[in-house]
């Protein structure tokens, strides 16, 4: 009987287990990933396109001024609600709902848009990935030693995005607002319609879209369903929801773009850049 003891067993007792892609069930691989592509270059680009509408938002969410030039008003800041909204020529007035609010208005309003899609199940994705390498790509392995998803605080609070949904659909129809009134002369009269009034249209069409493309609409539009034969319509309004969730990627990147340019374009035209081309 061997009375001696292996000089190496405290050690490897005292090493801590390996987890995930270097468990001793996993193949034993010592390169990293196997991938050849330059497969950073997608969260490398993601992050950067994020990046630069943060910081873009966020000076324009603080500038607090040239968000109007009648008939058009930024969505940034529409519905305005602060006290020191600029008189928008008898469009719709939100003040005196937000007269205890002296910020900047994009302050208030911008919470909900945010919130919709910071909890987004795409762009957790993009951010995931992009900025937390979590993980950086499809088949390379998260340089992070624990994983516990959305269990735990904060990422739990990514589970309010059925609510965030409901003011999204608020906020979209209030700039459907703003976009028919964007068919109005500086006077006020109807007829009018200048290149802002094709950017506002453009806008909402695609924050529609995104919108109703969100998982949450589909799954309250077809949720718990047992037999979709006995709810026609609903299967028929969760096809057309279904097909659009099918490009939910490129429905969020492009409306994140439209409504930039949708407030790009009304600060330049607030600010005196140029001249809002009329076409009729």
Not at 91 to 102: E, F, P, T, Y
Request: proline share 6%; glycine share 6%.
């Amino acid at each position: 009987m061997a009375t001696g003891t292996d000089p190496e067993a405290p050690a490897a007792a005292a090493a801590p287990a390996a987890r995930g892609v270097h468990h001793a069930s996993r193949a034993a691989i010592a390169a990293r990933h196997l991938r050849r592509d330059r497969w950073w270059l997608t969260p490398a680009a993601t992050a950067a396109g994020l990046l630069a509408f943060v910081a873009y938002s966020t000076w324009r969410a603080f500038a607090g001024d040239h968000y109007y030039a009648a008939p058009y008003v930024s969505p940034f800041y529409s519905p305005c609600l602060a006290a020191n909204c600029v008189d928008m020529n008898g469009g719709a007035d939100w003040q005196l709902v937000g007269s205890w609010w002296r910020l900047s208005p994009a302050l208030l309003i911008l919470i909900f848009p945010l919130g919709f899609r910071l909890t987004c199940y795409y762009y957790r994705k993009a951010y995931y990935r992009g900025f937390w390498a979590s993980p950086p790509a499809c088949a390379v392995p998260e340089p992070h030693a624990r994983y516990s998803g959305e269990t735990r605080f904060p990422l739990i609070l990514q589970n309010v995005h059925r609510y965030f949904f409901y003011f999204a659909v608020l906020v979209a129809g209030v700039l459907t607002f703003d976009a028919v009134l964007a068919f109005r002369d500086e006077r006020g009269a109807w007829g009018h319609m200048g290149l802002g009034t094709l950017v506002l249209l453009a806008n909402i069409v695609l924050i529609w879209a995104y919108t109703l493309s969100c998982h949450s609409c589909r799954h309250i539009v077809g949720g718990r369903l047992r037999t979709f034969s006995k709810h026609p319509v609903r299967y028929r309004m969760w096809g057309w929801v279904s097909a659009l969730n099918a490009r939910h990627m490129l429905l969020a990147w492009a409306s994140l773009v439209s409504v930039a340019v949708a407030d790009l374009y009304v600060y330049l035209v607030s600010s005196g850049a140029f001249a809002d081309p009329r076409l009729f």
